[in-house]
């Protein structure tokens, strides 16, 4: 973009826009001021008034709060009607809404409908647009104009305009931007798509799926703002490190509201400490654990096998096991979960043994018939005997033994500690290898139970089906719902995953993004429809695909293309619209010197993207043995699981890098990658595709016969086979 002759007109229009947004800022804190100032006292009614005012006003300050953000990025000149006086109508498209002294619009918010054709206009279909003009800024300085002019026989550009080359080409900074200058065509027309029903981003590295969900979850916010700022937004990440990175995002375009949280963060009642085997966790992850668990439930639901028999005032009464199977028959008839039911058990005990005890007051009256003084029933309200019934402790245990009161934790700790408990809910659905592997030693207390990730869906399935022991004050029995949920890297899912995040909505409207040829988890789907069997089995969904990827230069894709080719021959690579002319490198080491390589290598391509990010992608097994010695090779670098993303190099996994985006990637041991991971082939392919700029493979093993096309840019021979 050269220098625009008119430059210094919108420099100065800029400026204005953002004095008025100050002026909405400290209109804003004004009014909390005045309200404030009224101090605490008046009526009920004007103290919720007052603190309805405040909040409004709190939330108004955060969504003017942009920060160090451009407020506004281009400006589009619709065209006049033909035949017509009236001429060009032009529009400032910004970060949020600014409007003038006279409420005249300044700044028009992103989302707003007449901003649709600054996204997505074409020469073929102009949508009305005499020119689109976008804005390059730094910090409030406007730094160079683009201008694209619409009319006869424009057909619009095919490579990507300088704005958004400007925007790829930027240093990464360890966390993501948002795209809202930038968004191209294919991504508005998701980001706009309507709230019902879900919408499947399928798109592959680099296509930016990540940043549509979440530019889509504050459109929906902005569209549809009464409902879902009172019904709520969930986002679900893969990992802590996913979630710290993409967490500027929605405040940066002014939602601040919305959860961001791991699957783990769903499930409060156990802390993960253990990793299952892959083919244990491959196991509870499977839909039939559902079953597994509504039986272990049902199974806890048992008639007495002995009579139970309990003393009251001189008299014998007797609770049957064919009383009892009448009680839990019809206890299981009711609807509701399992806990809140112990409520009918206990009615329903209690009454026989209240009527127990009437027959045998009678029996003693009609025996001592004709005495001049007969025994009259003791006295009291049927009420509190019945209560007084219940809490005899021989009740009590016949209860518990009927219908125990049951945390989810425990409920899988006993079927999983149990062998006959697993075969009894297990029959005719799981076979004798599948119950061996679900087994667990009994631990001695919840607190030292060794969970894993795969348990939690397991626990949250429980949950649903108990309820809580004692239902809370406010009656909310089950966990949290939300009006739309945006759930990203799905494929990775397993079905009791995916039943977790189908409960918590409130109405089917998710934003699900992901790439099938990703897909690293210890069960790959084949497609988007095993995914939405279980988010979405009765209502229609939407597929849309990505097909450009933005961040990943044409020399890696080519080496990721065969990588690929080699995990599904099946699948499709995006095509990447971006060529930086530095081919990726293989660096080739003897196994003694690898931490060495690595730490030298890393120390040169941070000199190399000065300013930007360097991550050193290794073998998720890696990790704790690779962090002491690259440290000892004198590496500063930061540990992301633990450090975050902000310093110039980081040390990841690979099973983390996953929606990661840096400048330069190190892979180290590609071979080790291929061995470490359930599926060793996608995790490579993931792992090549998070650079932006520069690829450097350092290796001591022999590369995978994939990337073979790097061997002649080794810089030494690889002969040895060591590895950590």
Known sequence: MSTHPDLPAEQAYIDRAYERLEAMRESARQMIRAVIGLGKGGTHQAREERDVIVRTSLQRLERLDIGREALCFGRIDRAGEPGTAEGVESFYIGRLGVSGEHHEPLVVDWRAPVAEPFYRATGAHPMGLARRRHFLTDDRRLVAIEDELFGEGHIG??????????????????????????????QDEIIRGPLPGVMVVQGGPGTGKTAVALHRAAYLLYTHRFPLERQGVLVVGPNPVFLRYIEQVLPSLGESGAVLTTLGGLVTEARVKAVDPPATAALKGDGRMA???????????????????????????????????????????????????????????????????????????????????????????????????????????????????????????????APALLALAGRSLLSEEELRLLHRPRSDSLETIPWTAADLPLIDEAEVLLGPVRLPPEGDAGPRT????????????????LRMLARRSISGSMTVVGDVAQATGSRAPSGWDDVLAYLSPRRPATVAQLSVNYRTPSEVMEVAVRVLASADPGLTAPTSVRSTGIPPRAVGVDGTDLATTVAEVARAEAAEVGGGTVAILCPDSWVGDLAPDLAGAGLEFALGEVDGLDQAVTLLPVGVAKGLEFDSVVLVEPAAVLDDAVQGMRALYVALTRTTRRLTVVHSRPLPAELAGLAGRDEAAAPATTGW
């Open 157 to 186: 550009d095919a490579e990507p305009g300088g704005a958004l080359v400007s925007a790829m080409e930027r240093s990464r900074t360890g966390r993501m931007r948002d795209i809202v200058a930038t968004i191209q065509r294919e």
């Open 482 to 497: 939300y009006g739309h949920i945006v759930v990203d890297e799905a494929q990775d899912l397993s079905p009791m995953q």
């Open 291 to 417: 079953r597994l668990i509504a039986r272990a439930v049902k199974d806890r639901q048992r008639p007495l096998r002995a009579p139970v028999e309990v003393g009251v005032g001189g008299h014998l009464l007797r609770l049957t096991p064919e009383d009892s199977a009448v009680v839990v028959a019809a206890a299981r008839r009711r609807h509701g979960p399992h806990n809140s039911r112990r409520r009918h058990v206990e009615a329903h005990v209690a009454q026989i043994l209240y009527q127990r005890y009437l027959e045998s007051v009678e029996r003693s009256r009609l025996a001592r018939a004709g005495a001049a003084d007969p025994e009259e029933a003791p006295a009291g309200e049927a009420d509190e005997q019945r209560r007084a019934l219940r809490r005899h402790p021989a009740v009590v245990a016949a209860l518990d033994r009927m219908w125990p009161r049951l945390l989810p934790e425990e409920l899988i700790h006993d079927l999983f500690g």
